[in-house]
């Protein structure tokens, strides 16, 4: 694994000086090299998952609870159109 440095270069420009850094590939959040899945990284993705698949669920129950809601909403109004029609 290549060491963590940062390399941080002045460059003068007209307007004044302009900073730039340089990461290795391992510092800037890019995935790690191979097939190597060690227990924190299977953990991660399991919290994750679980997470997804409980937000998933959170937003299900909320559609369906509309869905009734205008169920409901559709009968009530056929039921006023029906009386408006006597």
Do not use: C
């Amino acid at each position: 694994m290549l060491p963590r440095t940062t390399i941080t270069r002045s460059l003068k420009a007209p307007s004044g000086v302009l900073s730039a850094r340089w990461y290795t590939a391992g510092s800037t959040g890019a995935p790690r090299g191979g097939s190597n899945e060690d227990s924190f990284t299977k953990r991660e993705k399991a919290n994750e998952d679980y997470y997804i698949k409980q937000h998933e669920k959170e937003q299900l129950r909320n559609l369906r609870q509309q869905l009734e809601q205008n169920r409901k909403q559709i009968e009530n109004l056929e039921g006023q159109i029906a009386e408006l029609k006597k």
